[in-house]
T-cell receptor, first 111, second 115 residues
Framework: AQRVTQPEKLLSVFKGAPVELKCNYSYSGSPELFWYVQYSRQRLQLLLRHISRESIKGFTADLNKGETSFHLKKPFAQEEDSAMYYCALSGGSSNTGKLIFGQGTTLQVKP | DVKVTQSSRYLVKRTGEKVFLECVQDMDHENMFWYRQDPGLGLRLIYFSYDVKMKEKGDIPEGYSVSREKKERFSLILESASTNQTSMYLC??????????????FGPGTRLTVL
């Protein structure tokens, strides 16, 4: 079965500290992975996708097929990074864009 | 910019009422989705539609139905609202893509409370 697991409900760090939000997935084929973010009082929006291999707002994520992980990392957290982060998986078998989301991790960056 | 709008930000209904949640997108997207967002459970797909009058069940369709009569509008219907349907409801849309799964664009959400 396809599944996305984010083991941490809450991750609290100090400003300037490194951040790693964990995401593990279960999928038998070749997955497409995404990170979505929801800032306070804003709508959910795409942060990055693994196929693009880009860095957005200092965040990067590498797909590790051996460990079935897609952890989100940032070397130096900023207060404005505080938000809810969701990891999502697309099965890749269709182009409808259907996604499976993880439980979400709240990132709290303290001053 | 893609704009996905939802008819209400907050809604309070009573148990047993029929509830309509409306979603409209202005970018001519083929695909539309309804999720519910609950703390600790993430986003769970209720229904999605990949074309007008076409729909498919998601992971938690029980107690819900949908309607897509026009390409830009996707309605979620709670036939008889129950307290366990109190939640945040998110609508999203995406374009049909060629090779890669398309990104989804989300509406602001409707917080529904069923008393």
């Amino acid at each position: 079965a396809q599944r996305v697991t984010q083991p941490e409900k809450l991750l609290s760090v100090f400003k300037g500290a490194p951040v790693e939000l964990k995401c593990n997935y279960s999928y038998s084929g070749s997955p497409e992975l995404f990170w979505y973010v929801q800032y306070s009082r804003q709508r959910l929006q795409l942060l990055l996708r693994h196929i693009s291999r880009e860095s957005i707002k200092g965040f990067t994520a590498d797909l590790n097929k051996g460990e079935t992980s897609f952890h989100l990392k940032k070397p130096f957290a900023q207060e404005e990074d505080s938000a809810m982060y969701y990891c999502a998986l697309s099965g890749g078998s269709s182009n409808t864009g259907k996604l499976i989301f993880g439980q979400g991790t709240t990132l709290q960056v303290k001053p | 910019d893609v704009k996905v709008t939802q008819s209400s930000r907050y809604l309070v209904k009573r148990t047993g009422e029929k509830v309509f949640l409306e979603c409209v997108q202005d970018m001519d997207h083929e695909n539309m989705f309804w999720y519910r967002q609950d703390p600790g459970l993430g986003l769970r797909l209720i229904y999605f539609s990949y074309d007008v009058k076409m729909k498919e069940k998601g992971d938690i369709p029980e107690g819900y139905s949908v309607s897509r009569e026009k390409k830009e509008r996707f309605s979620l219907i709670l036939e008889s609202a129950s307290t366990n349907q109190t939640s945040m409801y998110l609508c999203a849309s995406s374009a049909d893509s060629g090779l890669a799964p398309p990104m989804q664009f989300f509406g602001p959400g409707t917080r529904l409370t069923v008393l």
